[in-house]
């Protein structure tokens, strides 16, 4: 069992920054592929942001490209998401989710094994 807890979300004016982290338990975190996605009102869940077990690769949504950046401490068992320029459009609860067993990092949530309860990030224009 793989418990995931996300902090740090929030109330941001349009242009501003948060960074959000969330902490894991497990003795093997290293080798969870991590992923960070978002629900809008509304919408369906959208694939935001993955990173490998090692760090070495990251892969982002085309939306934020560029303004996103996610990395891990495997020391910490905690993963980030450094988010800046918001947009109101970027207003949702972002989850993160944990893929084991050094499988690849892929957009699909369902193929996640565990979630986080989820945080509020409110991007005011």
């Excluded at 894991?24 to 080798?31: D, E, H, I, P, W």
């Amino acid at each position: 069992q793989v418990q995931l807890v996300e902090s740090g979300g929030g109330l941001v004016q349009a242009g501003g920054s948060l960074r959000l982290s969330c902490a894991a338990s497990g003795r093997t975190f290293s080798s969870y592929a991590m992923g960070w996605f978002r629900q809008a009102p509304g919408k369906e869940r959208e694939f935001v942001a993955g990173i490998r077990g090692s760090g070495g690769s990251t892969y982002y949504a085309d939306s934020v490209k560029g303004r996103f950046t996610m990395s891990r401490d495997n020391a910490k068992n905690t993963v980030y998401l450094q988010m800046n320029s918001l947009k109101p459009e970027d207003t949702a609860v972002y989850y993160c989710a944990a893929r084991l067993y050094l499988r690849a990092v892929v957009a699909g949530g369902d193929e996640y094994d565990y979630w986080g309860q989820g945080t509020q990030v409110t991007v005011s224009s």
